[in-house]
Every structure is written in C-alpha cells, then in structure tokens.
C-alpha cells in the first residue's frame, strides 16, 4: 500500500471478477470465448490474477511492458499484443508474447526471424481492416500476405480479428459481421488453413451480440471496458446484471471558499492553452480538491455527491459543491469513464488499493 493517501483509486476485486465470470458465460453460451484486455488498467497483476482465477486463459495488453509486467508478476494466462509490434521490439514480443496481432508483412519477416534466434514459433493474429480504418490489412490484399505468411519459418499463423468503434466509430453490424465470416470461410478453403482465433471485436459487440441469430465464425472477443465498467462501448449503456462501480476515484478537499462564479480581471489563456468561458451564478461555494490533469483525466470524473465539476489545471480541480457541507480534509469519491480509469490506473501518482467483499461466494 502507497504512503500517500490520496489521491487513490479503490479497486474492487469481486465486482471485476464477477463481471468477468458473467460476461464469459453471456458469451460462451453460443461459442464465444473471450481474451480479457489489460491495458485499461496498465497490466495491473492483483487486476490479472483475479481474471485468471475466472477461468480466462488469455489476456491481451497493448503495452509490452504489460505483459512482461504480468509475467514477472506469475500470473497463470497466455498473453497477446494487442497491437501490430514495433519492429525495434520483436525480440521482447517473440520472448513475452504468446501472440501477437499484425498486419505488417515487414514485421512479420522481423517476427520469423527473431522467433528463429530464439528456436521457437511465434503466434500470430492478422488483423483486417473492416472499416473502422485504424489497424488491419485491405480484404484484397489478405491472400497474398497470408501465403508469405506461411512460407515464413518460426511463424504459426493462429487467426484473424477485426477492430470497430476504436477510430472511426463503426458499429459491429450484421453486414461486418457477415463479411468477417465470408473471408474466414474463403481463408480456410484456399488456404486449407484451420484458424483458431476468429477475433471479431471487442466490448462494442455486445448489441450485435444480443440481437443477432447468427455469429457465424466468430469465436473469440476482446473485452476491456465491460469487465471493468460493466457498460457496452456504442452507448456506454450498462449490461443488465453487471457492476459499474467496480473502480472508485478518490481525492481529498484542500480547500472550501465562497468566492465568485466568474473569474474578474483581463483573461487570456490558461494552463493548457484554452480560453474558458464562465456563467455567472452569482457568489459559488466552491472547494478545491488536490488532484488535477496530470493525476486523471478530469473530465472523465462523475461525482457521487450532487455536486459539479467547474474545471482543473495540472494538479488542482475546482468544485461547485453546492449546499453538500464539504470540509477541509473530506474525501470526496467519483465514478469514472474509460479514458479516467485508463489515465488513472496509469498515472504514477494515484495510489491503487483493492478490496474484496462478500460477493466471494458469488464467484467462487
């Protein structure tokens, strides 16, 4: 545990592991398994252990300091980079990576020959571009990079995947699915090729999911956000049945003032470049807590008192706290978004706590 109080975030191992426990058996009812993604909370091993311990064998980071974080750390699971690896560190991925998912032939050649240096073979998933356009390589161009894919030695292609609502927003939907599935098909018939790994999304494709009668070929999605805030990724709306107050973001009250609501005097920019505009409410009781951009991204915070987020700079953040009582010294505890808990579980000067409750005997 951190000398340092505050700021913190509180994690519940319970809830996490409990929405893990649900979501693998919502999908693996009709053939789905999921990879648990780690990078939302910087390959965390208390966060990775109690994921493992629900019986999902692979985690999938996209941080190579990750894995080997996890690794050091004995956790039980195979791993895979979620990203097309640097080709500065194929060595490192062939060593700590299981798998790793690519969509550069160049890389790949670097992938041969460092898993050949080291007498074994690499596993790969090719990612294809489905419309989201951030990773994946072009459909037309996948046959001619699998078959040099396969004259590679010290390569084992495993699977293919696709991306959606990443980059570009774009929906997992009957007609990408469909198309995912198409090109499986056509990839083992030509290739005669059987692939383990139909990778076909992430925590975006739980709409798809619960309105599709037909999956198709996929079998496998890589899941981050509705294990850690129980919500899908289109709408952020909560999947029945899960928690979303597994991660609690706590700070404490450095000061509380009556002061104006407008700032008086010339303006020009502040901290970070912006010229904010203020509504005047007339005199504010206001309090300060000690935690600014630098620690969390504030605007992913959502307070559980009835009070207002006014703005940060660096290190402080400014409250309308309304008619709460707040004091000098009070906690005050907030929910967060993704991009919250990923700068949070990230930042080095929030401290992580975990906790465990009486749902043990639900996930026992």
Known sequence: MSEFSTPRIEVNLSKLAYNARKLKGLYGARGIDIMAVTKTVCGDPAIAEALANQNIHILA?????NIMRMR?????????????PSISEVELVVKYADISMNTE?????????????????????????????????????????????????????????????CFGGVQPSEKNMGQLSSLVDHIEANFMLPLSFI???????????????????????????????????????????LYTDAFTFITEVIEVKTKPSVPYGELGQDAFGNKPHFQDLGQMNRAIVGVGSQDVLVSGLIPRLKIDILGSSSD???????????????????????????????????S??????ILNHLIG
Not at 61 to 65: A, G, H, N, P, Q
Not at 72 to 84: C, D
């Open 199 to 241: 990778s076909g999304g992430n925590s975006a494709n739980y709409n798809w999911f619960m309105s599709t009668r037909n999956i198709g070929k996929i079998n496998n999605l890589r899941l981050g956000e509705s294990i850690y805030l129980g919500c899908e990724t289109l709408h952020r709306k909560t999947i029945p049945g």
């Open 316 to 350: 402080h953040t400014v409250l309308n706290i309304k008619n709460t009582n707040l004091q000098v010294g009070d906690e005050v505890m907030f929910d967060l978004n993704y991009g919250a808990l990923l700068s949070a579980m990230t930042s080095p000067y929030v």
């Open 72 to 84: 050091e750390a004995g956790i039980k699971a195979q791993f895979v980079l979620l990203r097309t």
């Open 61 to 65: 980071d996209s941080k190579l300091r």
């Open 105 to 165: 032939l160049a890389v790949i050649k670097r992938i041969s020959t460092a898993a050949n240096h080291q007498g074994i073979r690499h596993k790969i998933i090719l990612m294809i571009e489905m419309g989201d356009l951030r990773e994946g390589i072009m459909p037309e161009n996948l046959d001619d990079i699998i078959q040099e894919v396969l004259n590679l030695s010290g390569i084992e292609l495993v699977g293919v995947g696709a991306n959606f609502a």
């Open 352 to 357: 992580k706590e975990y906790t465990s409750d």
